[in-house]
Structures are given as structure tokens and as C-alpha cells.
């Protein structure tokens, strides 16, 4: 089975930084596309960013910038880099794995999730 473990959650100041981690195992990691998603409340789950198995990027229009997306294939780890954080990206944040074509951010392209791991940005 797929599995996927996300950590580097926790509590930070408004404009602090954290690091999130994914490392995924059971399967060929390098292969496919990954991405970073939130989740608050009961709003729908939110595409941050996006890194296809050639290593290409990309991000939320309104997250570009702030938040940087890269992968280490040596150690199946995805990483989410995050700056500035500000009181709304308090979140629980998802890494996933797309098996097949992604076409956006959004959550139906991908197949494997994780659990996540919070995020919370407060004075």
C-alpha cells in the first residue's frame, strides 16, 4: 500500500516559518505528480502546490511566493517550505500522490493521502 506521513506541523508567530516533511513509501515515488493541500473547518480542501515527477512546480496564484514546494527522490520526502505565515494559513495540511494526468490543484487528481499534520499561526 500507498502510504504517505506528513510532519513539521506546530505553532509559530505571524510571520514565522515552518518546514512540513512527506515521506512516501510503497510505490515509485519519482514517478508521479505530489502536492501540498489544507484543509479549515468545513471548507473544501484548498491545492497549495503542485511538483510534477520532472521536478516542475507550481502553486496557488495567492501562495506563489510565500510558500515553496521541492522533493528529495533519494529519500521519498516532499517538503513544503513555508515563509511569512500569516493567521489565515492556520490549516490542517495534506501532502497526496497523483497516479495518473493532474491538470490543477485540485483534490480530485489525487489518489493517496495522508493524515496531516496542523498548522496553527497566532500572536
Known amino acids: 500500500d500507498v502510504q504517505l506521513v506528513e510532519s513539521g506541523g506546530g505553532s509559530v508567530q505571524p510571520g514565522g516559518s515552518l518546514t512540513l516533511s512527506c515521506v512516501v513509501s510503497?510505490?515509485?515515488?519519482?514517478?508521479?505528480?505530489m502536492g501540498w493541500f489544507r484543509q479549515t473547518g468545513g471548507k473544501e480542501r484548498e491545492g497549495i502546490a503542485a511538483?510534477?515527477?520532472?521536478?516542475?512546480?507550481s502553486y496557488a496564484g495567492s501562495l506563489q511566493g510565500r510558500f515553496t514546494i521541492s522533493k528529495d527522490n533519494a529519500e521519498n520526502t516532499l517538503y513544503l517550505q513555508m515563509n511569512n505565515l500569516k493567521p489565515e494559513d492556520t490549516a490542517m495540511y495534506y501532502c497526496?500522490?497523483?497516479?495518473?494526468?493532474?491538470?490543477?490543484?485540485?483534490?480530485?487528481?489525487?489518489?493517496?493521502w495522508g493524515r496531516g499534520t496542523q498548522v496553527t499561526v497566532s500572536s
Open positions: 510503497g510505490y515509485t515515488y519519482s514517478a508521479y505528480s
Open positions: 511538483i510534477e515527477s520532472d521536478g516542475n512546480p
Open positions: 497526496a500522490v497523483a497516479t495518473g494526468v493532474v491538470c490543477g490543484l485540485e483534490s480530485h487528481w489525487y489518489d493517496y
